[in-house]
């Protein structure tokens, strides 16, 4: 045992210059175990546990593996500090229940174009009708899709809506995406939809830098769509200006399908797309003004203009995680290249992962920030682990007769090795976030990123600065023309058969086996890295667990079945494509269809009739109702009641009933029928006691907390 020790503690000692990498880490597990709690810590243990770090940090002997440790915990600490303290700090009101036919006035803080509308966030919020909260309980942000004729608006324009309001809904299943948590750091407190085109009550300027950011993007977006006014203006706006909200529903899936949807989202691919073309055309534009070239370091004046450029696009992309990450690493290797140090190392992603994760902690459980640093982190791994074989390559071609050719070979194989590279460090992540894996990425990759490279984004940079003359629409046009190529690609790739593959949801445990082990392979130089691979096979390899056999979506209305064949079907009247094929998706199903009884099953009297399904699994009886005026029928030699009508204190001889009502206060509902008896999930509790949970404690003590409480 002394003996492993020591080997321990000596491989340790020998990677003393890779130990930094890990403080990013030990900060994002800090964070990750407060978003894994039951219940929401008190505000003091953050501070608490890392002043007791700070003091085993100077107890400790310098430069020794435990004060590293304690540096560690320092960070783990802070981590879980900052989480807390940004969830207290964005308590917001949350809309208690459904309002219809509400006027709702508000100021414009953000416009999304969809495909088929326009949705607008509205802050400083008023509600006028019917069954609406007191002032002090009126949400601080908005969102509302408008109807159709809805009238030309900006970022400041006031607004009055006739809508329909209602809370932010939960996951469709527990475990499943949890938006009522995303929209709590987003203070969003209501979603709906108008029932009449929307009044412009006054013109407004955005106030303040962030939102004049935000009124800049939406006319830049709208001016894009103009240009483009078919589906290639919605992939223009996204790559352009961030807002994804106008690609359609076919181009989205068939980008996913092929492995492109990374193209679609503003990150590393755009910015260095940016920052080189920047720096390619200022440092030869001084080139060719030889007096200027001799009194100026054309690379250090081009890394300023393209630090500025990319700070500068990251704002008006909306400084999603992937771009800031994006910049914050741009923004560390040009300052590399103004101090003469090495711009590429894997500490310029460390320091950019503890800039994220200092100003937005929540962003650590979203997919973007996962797989955008995995990607990263796994490619300059990669790098740094074939430098003896890269130099080796590039002895040898210098010495052979057709150098260009070699060259050639060389970019297109490591074109290959990246895109294989990144799509297996992302693979993982993708199955688990979104239940679908892409095998022919490497393909559309290999067209699709040179195509975006060379053609789509300088034609759309020119049109960006054309647009303040009015002439973008010369430079759009050509951007179009890729675009159109590129969604072929996308298309075509996406219809060879086995291009993507829908996975069963993998268990949390998953997740935490394959970033410990992924990072333990990238971070370490030595070959005690290579124990990071069974770790990645172990968390492959867990089961995801048996579906459940009975489902209820979180307003009661949809109910599910899973037949002897492990398929999901709907067995109510009423049906949501979203829930539906959530459901179906954890699974790896494509999605779900109504349930049909099958002659041997309607031979036991099974099957669905006029708001009324009965079901058997084992022992149990199964009834599933839709109907008022079947409850006292449904409840008949049934052992287990699902309604989606109010049913409780009407049924009597079912073991377990469970109605709308339970649903709307416990959220969604998951049941596993088994020999010994009835497991039983619900949403909110799979969540805890946390403040973004309708009905806990947690969320009544933050508002009670909240400024201006």
């Keep these: 045992m002394s003996g492993a020790r020591t080997w321990f503690v000596q491989q340790l000692d020998a990677e003393r210059g890779r130990w930094m990498l890990w403080l990013p880490v030990a900060m994002g597990f800090g964070i990750a175990i407060y978003f894994a709690l039951p219940s929401e810590p008190p505000m003091w243990l953050g501070p608490v546990l890392a002043a007791a770090g700070v003091a085993a940090t100077f107890l400790a002997s310098a430069g020794t593996a435990v004060r590293a440790l304690c540096i560690g915990l320092v960070a783990a600490s802070m981590g879980f500090g900052l989480a807390t303290g940004r969830t207290a700090d964005l308590a917001a009101p949350v809309l208690g229940r459904p309002l219809f036919s509400i006027n709702v006035e508000g100021r414009i803080a953000d416009v999304q174009r969809l495909p088929d509308g326009v949705r607008v966030v509205l802050e400083a919020v008023r509600l006028k009708g019917r069954g609406v909260p007191l002032p002090e309980m009126t949400p601080v942000r908005v969102r509302v899709s408008l109807s159709r004729g809805a009238p030309v608006i900006g970022v400041g324009d006031r607004l009055l809506i006739l809508a329909n309001l209602s809370p932010p809904a939960g996951p469709a299943a527990p475990g499943a995406f949890d938006f009522q948590r995303v929209a709590w750091y987003q203070q969003i407190g209501a979603v709906g939809y108008a029932l009449a085109p929307a009044v412009v009550i006054e013109h407004g300027q955005p106030g303040g830098l962030v939102r004049t950011i935000d009124g800049l993007r939406a006319k830049i977006t709208v001016r894009i769509l103009e240009a483009l006014p078919g589906p290639q203006g919605g992939v223009a706006a996204a790559l352009l200006t961030g807002e994804q909200t106008a690609v359609t529903r076919e181009i989205n899936q068939s980008m996913r399908d ?387 009508v109010d049913a409780l204190g009407r049924c009597r001889g079912p073991r377990l009933v469970i109605d709308r009502r339970t649903a709307w206060h416990e959220g969604a509902q998951a049941l596993w029928l088994e020999e010994t008896g009835v497991r039983r999930l619900t949403a909110n509790a799979a969540r805890g006691d946390r403040p973004w949970v309708p009905n806990s404690s947690s969320r009544r003590m933050a508002l009670m907390k909240a400024p201006g409480a």
């Design 258 to 644: 092929s492995g492109l949807a990374h193209i679609l989202s503003i990150s590393g691919l755009h910015i260095v797309f940016v920052v080189a073309l920047v720096m390619g055309c200022l440092r030869y534009g001084i080139a060719l003004v030889p007096p200027l070239a001799l009194r100026v370091d054309a690379k250090k004046f081009a890394a300023v203009v393209a630090l500025l450029v990319a700070l500068f696009y990251t704002a008006l992309a909306g400084a999603p995680v992937p771009a800031q990450r994006a910049c914050a690493m741009a923004a560390f290797a040009l300052l590399a290249i103004l101090l003469d140090r090495t711009a590429l190392s894997l500490r310029l992603v460390a320091w950019s992962a503890i800039v994220v994760l200092a100003a937005a902690p929540d962003a650590l459980t979203g997919a973007s920030f996962q797989m955008s640093f995995a990607a990263v982190i796994a490619l300059i791994a990669a790098w740094e682990a074939a430098g003896r074989w890269r130099r080796r390559w590039h002895e040898r071609i210098e010495t052979t007769k057709h150098r260009w050719l070699w060259r050639a070979v060389a970019g297109l194989g490591a074109s290959l090795a990246t895109t294989l590279i990144a799509s297996v460090a992302t693979g993982a992540f993708a199955a688990y976030h979104f239940n679908r894996l892409s095998f022919l990425g490497i393909v559309a990759n290999l067209l699709g990123v040179p195509l975006t490279g060379f053609w789509i984004m300088p034609w759309g940079l020119l049109g960006m600065l054309l647009m303040p003359f009015g002439l973008e629409r010369f430079a759009l046009m050509p951007m179009g023309w890729g675009i159109t190529g590129l969604d072929a690609i996308a298309a075509h790739v996406a219809a060879w058969p086995q291009a993507a593959m829908l996975v069963p949801s993998l268990p949390g445990a998953s997740l935490w086996l394959l970033t410990l082990g992924g990072l333990w392979l990238c971070l370490w130089r030595r070959r005690w890295r290579l124990a990071g691979v069974p770790v990645i096979a172990a968390g492959l390899l867990l089961s995801p667990g048996p579906a459940a056999d009975l489902l209820m979506s979180e307003d009661g209305r949809v109910l599910g079945v899973r037949d002897g064949h492990g398929v999901l079907q709907v067995a109510s009247r009423r049906t949501d494509r979203f829930v539906v094929e959530a459901w179906a998706r954890r699974t790896g199903q494509s999605g779900a269809r109504k349930w049909t009884a099958s002659a041997e099953e309607q031979a036991l009297g099974l099957g669905c009739a006029s708001g009324l399904c009965r079901w058997q699994k084992g022992p149990w009886h199964v009834a599933l109702v839709s109907d008022e005026q079947r409850v006292a029928e449904a409840c008949a030699g049934a052992d287990i009641v699902l309604a989606t």
